[in-house]
């Protein structure tokens, strides 16, 4: 079973409702699928004047969630999956700490979702997916993630960059998809905010919540 943890923001419930369901829908495998809430981890932090969701540092807990053994997947909530979980739960983890999908992503706009200021840096949402090898990943204790500074987490500083594998690109495309999209990142501001409702990619995440929806009210 493919352990996978959503980041969660109250802001965007639904979408974190919504990926869960498009995971299953496609999956081949079982998932144990949980929420990052905050409210819900025995976790605290100065709030970052930068951060633009609840999730922004919590993502980091999840080696230690796990008790440091295992593999699990990290995914922000403004995604859309498309394809099979599975191929990541069967690439090869010996070795590696992590892996993502390795973006050289420069955005153009100054703001993103909810009105939160756009900042660049590098290695820029590769922290936004990804597969973890838990044991390798001792350094993200708890007192770590609540101390480090942003750069240090989202830059991966202290993991060897040899320890840092490849996620095929097709599973974290960024405000885009064609054909062969495993996975779509609304990184932006996906349709469920008001100001975004007309994203070029929308209809397809707008289906899939109304499928959501039907799901649930007829459960």
Partial sequence: ML??????DSREAEAADVLDYSLRRHSSIPLDIRYLKLAE?????????????????????????????????FMDCDMLCLGDIKEL?????????????????RPAATVKMDGCVQTV??????????????AELRLWTPEVVA???????????DVPDDKIGDIPDTWNTLDWM??????????GGGPWFEQYKDHPYGRVWLDY???????????
């Avoid at 919540?209 to 459960?219: E, G, H």
Wanted: charged share 25%.
């Fill in 121 to 134: 840096y590098p290695r820029k949402n590769w922290s936004s997916l990804m597969l973890m090898n838990c």
């Fill in 3 to 8: 352990r996978i943890f959503i980041g969660f």
């Fill in 41 to 73: 981890l025995d976790f605290t932090r100065p709030r970052d004047p930068l951060q633009s969701t609840e999730f922004t540092y919590t993502r980091f807990l999840v080696p230690h969630l796990c008790g440091y053994e295992g593999t699990a997947v």
């Fill in 147 to 157: 101390t480090q500074t942003g750069a240090y987490l989202h830059r991966f500083q």
């Fill in 178 to 187: 064609d054909e062969r999209t495993k996975l779509i990142h609304y990184t």
């Fill in 89 to 105: 739960h069967d690439l090869d983890m010996t070795g590696l700490a992590l892996r993502v999908v390795k973006h050289d992503y």
């Fill in 209 to 219: 919540r109304d499928a959501c929806r039907a799901r649930r009210n007829s459960a």
